[in-house]
């Protein structure tokens, strides 16, 4: 199986009496403070544990065919070999910025992989995954982030929005393609992808509430990687955010976002239910970011190391890995079959980003005004002289 044919894939869930209080020992506070997190862990679907031990959840059930499972092993050693590579040219000089899903990558191939292809998507900027599974070619994701586009694909192609770089906004855009989805009578459905930061924002509010009062056909699936930057999710919610779709009047559901096969259950029966006429879901994928959160930050100023020494064991692929090989689902050969093939993939990825042609200079100036502006041609025309000067002064 090659590199490109992952697009052809088909996309296959007290009484009077005064008393004094008397003040809790520490470790009886704990337990109590303890308490609560381990009664919202009991909420968490999995389908596989971090050990790689398949496990059944009372409703979200899922069959897969052994050819799907490596399938999805396959996705994400290609998808987090892509992200690598993408870092790389960032720290080379290729790229301006680039966003990791490194640890994301279950919570984004589960999800991607419950889509149909009549289904519509809207990214953050950091579904890379996500947009493997559309079918997107991997090296369009990286032109805008080098400046020569304004996004590289035909959102229409792929049924994959462009990149969204404002914070929250694509949940607007989600909901109202839904609606418009609903008013056209299509049973597809809409997803829209943002993080647990964004989740704060007022335009993410806006979108539960319109998208609850209509019905409209929409899952709103949120990587809780538990960093917004540097602010932790502590400092963001008194409530796990799941349970915010409750005060809109929708179901939230938390998943296990490093169990790419809870993650597709999940999602699918998320997606069954918008397309039901049920209206919107939260989905809550509790994962972590393993990077920076794009390459301009430094995550060791406000993280801890053990922190991710204990999801590093949690790890998605490992897991999945495990499980292949236990249950003797993926032998060597393909497991090296893989390896190779995502190698491939980073030489390809390398490959074309350096031939990137330069965007044209003067295009900035163009659609600015329908029947143009003489500020504008004036900003042009000291534009261009700025730029002759660079040849004159090569030709001296």
């Not at 799941?242 to 809870?262: I, K, M, S, T």
Request: hydrophobic share 35%; aromatic share 8%; with cysteine.
């Amino acid at each position: 199986m090659t590199v490109e044919s992952t697009a052809a894939r088909k996309n296959t869930r007290g009484g009077g009496k005064r008393t004094t209080a008397k003040k809790a020992s520490p470790a009886k506070a704990k337990t109590a403070a303890q308490a609560p997190a381990e009664a919202e862990q009991d909420q968490l679907v999995q389908l596989l544990t971090p050990e790689g031990k398949r496990v059944e959840h009372p409703e979200y059930a899922i069959d897969l065919s052994d050819e799907e499972l490596r399938g999805l092993y396959r996705d994400m050693v290609l998808t987090r070999r892509f992200d690598a590579e993408a870092t790389t040219l960032q720290r080379q000089g290729e790229l301006g910025l680039w966003a990791s899903l490194l640890g994301q990558e279950a919570a984004q191939i589960g999800s991607g992989r419950a889509l149909r292809d009549d289904d519509y998507v809207f990214p953050t900027y950091r579904e890379h995954g996500v947009a493997w599974c559309r079918g997107v070619d991997p090296t369009n994701l990286l032109g805008m982030f080098r400046g020569v586009n304004n996004g590289g694909w035909d959102p229409n192609s792929n049924n994959f929005h462009l990149y969204t770089i404002v914070i929250g906004s694509q949940a607007l855009h989600a909901t109202g393609y839904a609606m418009g989805v609903q008013k056209d009578g299509a049973d597809s459905a809409v997803i829209a992808y943002f993080g647990d930061g964004a989740s704060s924002q007022g335009d993410v509010a806006e979108s539960f509430t319109f998208s609850a009062v209509y019905n409209a056909p929409v899952v709103f699936f949120c990587q809780n990687n538990q960093w917004a930057i540097s602010e932790p999710t502590e400092k963001q919610t008194r409530v796990p955010l799941y349970q915010r779709a409750r005060g809109y009047g929708f179901p939230g559901v938390r998943v296990d976002g490093n169990d790419v096969l809870a993650c597709l259950a999940v999602t699918r029966a998320a997606l069954e239910r918008a397309r039901a006429g049920e209206g919107p879901t939260l989905v809550e994928a509790f994962t972590y970011r393993m990077g920076a959160h794009t390459t301009s930050d430094d995550p060791t100023r406000y993280r801890p190391d053990e922190e991710r020494e204990a999801w590093e064991a949690k790890d998605p692929i490992l897991r999945l890995r495990t499980y292949l090989e236990t249950e003797g689902i993926a032998d060597q050969a393909y497991l090296d079959a893989v390896e190779e093939e995502s190698e491939t993939l980073g030489k390809r990825v390398r490959e074309v980003v350096r031939s990137m042609p330069d965007p044209d200079t003067m295009a900035i100036f163009e659609n600015v005004y329908a029947d143009g502006h003489a500020l504008v041609d004036e900003e042009r025309a000291q534009f261009a002289a700025y730029q002759a000067s660079f040849v004159d002064a090569e030709e001296n």
